[in-house]
């Protein structure tokens, strides 16, 4: 199970840091992915972790201002939010994939409920 936290409201150019604490279990053997579905629109990556944490991939749109990290101790991973803009409004979802460092949400196999950001401009 997969707990998303850390959304708000942000002015743009702000910052917010995402958290998704993941129920005891095999976390620290899945990739970690990040996702956004804003208004109106499909749910798109943003950003993935291997289960090491050594290897990350980010979506161009976010690529220099969002970082995502993990930590395996303690079943979290993180995206820090930098810059932030109005195109970045959306809800935010962690995913889990066994396998691969995909892009793709049908690839994910367990997600978390989602968390609203809110890029005032």
């Known amino acids: 199970q997969l707990q998303a936290s850390g959304g708000g409201l942000v002015q743009a150019g702000g910052s917010l840091r995402l958290t998704c604490a993941a129920s005891?279990?095999?976390?620290?053997?899945?990739?970690m992915g990040w996702f956004r579905q804003p208004p109106g629109k499909e749910r798109e990556f943003v950003a993935a972790i291997r289960a090491s944490g050594v290897t990350t991939n980010y979506a161009d749109s976010v690529k220099g201002r969002f970082t995502i990290s993990r930590d395996n101790a303690t079943n979290t991973v993180y995206l820090q939010m930098n810059s932030l803009k109005p195109e970045d409004m959306a809800v935010y979802y962690c995913a889990a994939n066994f396998a691969y460092m995909s892009q793709f949400p049908s690839e994910y196999d367990y997600w978390g409920q989602g968390t609203q950001v809110t890029v005032s401009s």
């Open positions: 005891k279990g095999t976390f620290s053997s899945y990739v």
